[in-house]
Structure formats: structure tokens, C-alpha cells
């Protein structure tokens, strides 16, 4: 199983809202990782999770909490965003956090009113 | 800082031709280098990985070349069919890390 999975696909929060974006994957990695990716803009780096501890935050904004509960889950807590926060965020997967291979789930879609 | 580019941004032609995608990046000191395929409001289905240490990988219609001295890839797509149609991402994985750095994308468009 080389799937990385991610719920919702798409999802429509106002400014005021709390909701959670939740990442899978069921291949025993160790790393997992969030990219958020605006139209027509290549993916940007927003966190890096390695054994479940944060190795990097790319000066994310603290509207974006980011949590890894156990080895296969990864999610995306979102609190008073901004309509810029708009975009589709991905979810990535690597054996270990260093060089090698990244799997990448489909996306969720984030529009924010 | 590793930057990766990505020649021509837009490219429009029809069926059945054969094409080049570029890419391009200025710190030879890479793990891998991946090629992506992006459809719009979708994620990213990999398309071929080439190692540092291989020259070229091919999967079908689809071939793959490094040149790491150079700091050059390209990805060739024989005779170009509409469902190819899609935006081709590069990125490569920087040694010591693993981080991705992306170019940002070639918009292919096979007319019938």
C-alpha cells in the first residue's frame, strides 16, 4: 500500500471557524510533511514531522497547528484564517527524514470565507 | 539556496507530437529528482524518480534524464495524446535533507 490519504477534500470555513485537515498513510514512514499550494504556484514547504516530533516549521503563521498523534497520522488544526489562506493543502510521506522518496496524497481543497 | 526552473511555463501542441520538458537546478548536490504530473485542483502523481547516481528512467511513453554535473533533467513524452494534459512538475530532493524544492511547472495542453 503506497497510498497517502487525506480528509476532507474539500472544505469551506468562515474566518471564525476551527476545523482540522487529517493525513494517513499505512507505510510504516516515519516522516510526514504539509505543503500548502496556492493557484498556478509550485507546493511550499509548512512543516516536517520526523517520529512524530516537529523537525521543521517554515515560520508558519500560528493560525496553522500542526499535530501528529501517532506514527500514521498527521493533521492540520486551523483557526481564524484569513481568505489568503485559501489554497490546496498537501500531505507527504517519506521513509525517514532524510534524503529519499515522497508520496503525496491528494489534497484538500481550503476555501476560506 | 537550491532553485529549480522549469522551461518553457506553457506549452500548446497536437496530438501525436513528441516533446521535451526542461529542468533545470543550480546545486548539483542532489538526492533524487523527481517528475510530477499535476491535473487542476489535484495532488501530485509521481511520474518517474531518477537517483543521483542513475542517468535516466523511463515508464512508457514517458523518459527521464539527469545530467547532475550540469544541474539539467529533461522529461520526454513520445507521441503527446489530450489525456497527457496537465501541468509536469520538477523538484528535486536536496542532500542532507529531506526537502523538495520545486520548479514551478510546465502547463502542457495536447490539442486533439
Known amino acids: 500500500d503506497t497510498e497517502v490519504t487525506q480528509t476532507p477534500k474539500h472544505l469551506v470555513m468562515g474566518m471564525t471557524n476551527k476545523k482540522s485537515l487529517k493525513c494517513e498513510q499505512h507505510?510504516?514512514?516515519?516522516?510526514m510533511y504539509w505543503y500548502k499550494q496556492k493557484a498556478k504556484k509550485p507546493p511550499e514547504l509548512m512543516f516536517v514531522y520526523s517520529y512524530e516530533k516537529l523537525s521543521i516549521n517554515e515560520s508558519v503563521p500560528s493560525r496553522f497547528s500542526p499535530e501528529c498523534p501517532n506514527s500514521s497520522l498527521l493533521n492540520l488544526h486551523l483557526h481564524a484564517l484569513q481568505p489568503e489562506d485559501s489554497a490546496l493543502y498537501l500531505c507527504a510521506s517519506s521513509q525517514e527524514w532524510e534524503p529519499d522518496t515522497q508520496y503525496f496524497g491528494p489534497g484538500t481543497r481550503l476555501t476560506v470565507l | 539556496k537550491q532553485e529549480v526552473t522549469q522551461i518553457p511555463a506553457a506549452l500548446s501542441v497536437p496530438e501525436g507530437e513528441n516533446l521535451v520538458l526542461n529542468c533545470s537546478f543550480t546545486?548539483?548536490?542532489?538526492?533524487?529528482l523527481q517528475w510530477f504530473r499535476q491535473d487542476p485542483g489535484k495532488g501530485l502523481t509521481s511520474l518517474l524518480l531518477i537517483q543521483s547516481s542513475q542517468r535516466e528512467q523511463t515508464s512508457g511513453r514517458l523518459n527521464a534524464s539527469l545530467d547532475k554535473s550540469s544541474g539539467r533533467s529533461t522529461l520526454y513524452i513520445a507521441a503527446s495524446q489530450p489525456g497527457d494534459s496537465a501541468t509536469y512538475l520538477c523538484a528535486v530532493t536536496n542532500s542532507g535533507y529531506s526537502t523538495l524544492t520545486f520548479g514551478k511547472g510546465t502547463m502542457l495542453l495536447v490539442s486533439p
Open positions: 507505510m510504516g514512514h516515519r516522516a
Open positions: 546545486d548539483s548536490a542532489i538526492y533524487n
